[in-house]
């Protein structure tokens, strides 16, 4: 008999899903309340490559985390906001960076 793999829906493996690697939370922490277009985000985080934060931006776009809006002009436009989906994670990297903080202290 083959063992076949039924994937669990489990809200916890989700939402680590969405907080995947390090990028993800800084990125969202980044945008906060503001809508920024990808050179304001880049520069906001100098240590990410263009391609791995292109790879990301994509990635929590697709997730529902940040909404990209694009201007279709020439040169191309395009900006970067947290969804209220996003927003509610900007709230929990918050708290994770405050824990980070008390590990400081």
Known sequence: MKHVMVPI???LRKALKAFGG???LIII???GNEELRFS???SKIPDISEKVLIDKLKVLTEQKLVIRKDFNEIPPKVSY???KLGVQALVIV???EDFGKSMID
């Open 81 to 83: 906001r947290l969804s």
């Open 22 to 24: 390090k990028w993800n």
């Open 40 to 42: 304001e985000v880049r």
């Open 9 to 11: 829906i489990c809200p």
């Open 29 to 31: 922490k980044s945008l």
């Open 94 to 96: 918050e708290e994770i």
